[in-house]
């Protein structure tokens, strides 16, 4: 049997991966100025490049024994590759809990649609507790 190509399928998830890591960064990163990055706070939203991160050594290792390249999810943004792991995990937290989003309810609106609705209802959010 001939083996599987799995580059599509890799493809897909390198742009879901990235995807919501940028997202997760925009939220919790540029605010706090986190991220260090100029373009990244000039535009709001997370643009520096994805960058090979110690953080990711267990996706890699789970994606190569499947018989996956492991490259998919290897990069993360430039502000979280070098983020110490308490802080790690917990962006990783609000990716994990933007990728349910974005493949649930909201799966058919562009990402920047997408994280237009979340700091809307950030904000509402914080509107709401300051008048309770």
Request: proline share 3%; charged share 25%; aromatic share 6%.
């Amino acid at each position: 049997m001939k083996g599987q190509d799995f580059s599509e399928y890799e493809k897909r998830r390198a742009e879901t991966h990235e995807e919501a890591w940028r997202l997760a960064a925009t939220l919790t990163n540029i605010r706090s100025r986190h991220c260090r990055y100029r373009m990244c706070r000039r535009h709001q939203f997370c643009e520096g490049p994805m960058q090979p991160s110690a953080h990711q050594k267990g996706v890699i290792r789970a994606h190569k024994e499947i018989g996956l390249s492991g490259t998919a999810c290897a990069g993360l943004p430039m502000c979280m590759s070098n983020a110490t792991a308490d802080y790690y995990a917990s962006v990783r937290g609000v990716s994990e809990k933007l990728t349910d989003l974005r493949n649930g309810e909201l799966k058919h609106r562009k990402p920047w649609e997408f994280l237009h609705l979340i700091q809307n209802g950030i904000r509402n959010q914080h509107r709401n507790a300051r008048h309770t």
